[in-house]
């Protein structure tokens, strides 16, 4: 079955930037429309980024203009570059098939904490 891997969180002050990337080890990850998701302590897991299959990206205001999600068919990788961090964006960020019906198991995810 296929999985979800994803890297590239840590530690960082207030408008500071990092990149997260997840590889997606299925056999047709260019068939996905591909989502970031985060999950803060007590909060329900929530969508911060999405991308179709021809690239067309989504946000929700909160991240919107500081978040851009990116995808590499040929490395079956998606990434998500965000900048201008503030406190409210700490929490385990997740990535996996936009849409229920495709999702795969979720992985562990990667923390991102935004402190000073």
């Known amino acids: 079955q296929a999985q979800v891997v994803e890297s590239g969180g840590g530690l960082v002050q207030p408008g500071g930037s990092l990149r997260l990337s997840c590889a997606d080890s299925g056999s047709r990850f260019s068939d996905y429309a591909m989502g970031w998701f985060r999950q803060a302590p007590g909060k329900q897991r929530e969508l911060v980024a999405s991308i179709t299959t021809d690239t067309m990206a989504n946000y929700p205001d909160s991240v919107k203009g500081r978040f851009t999600i990116a995808r590499d068919n040929a490395k079956n990788t998606v990434y998500l570059q965000m900048n201008s961090l503030k406190l409210e964006d700490t929490a385990v960020y997740f990535c996996?098939?936009?849409?229920?019906?495709?999702?795969?198991?979720w992985g562990q995810g990667t923390q991102v904490t935004v402190s000073s």
């Open positions: 996996n098939r936009l849409f229920p019906h495709h999702r795969v198991p």
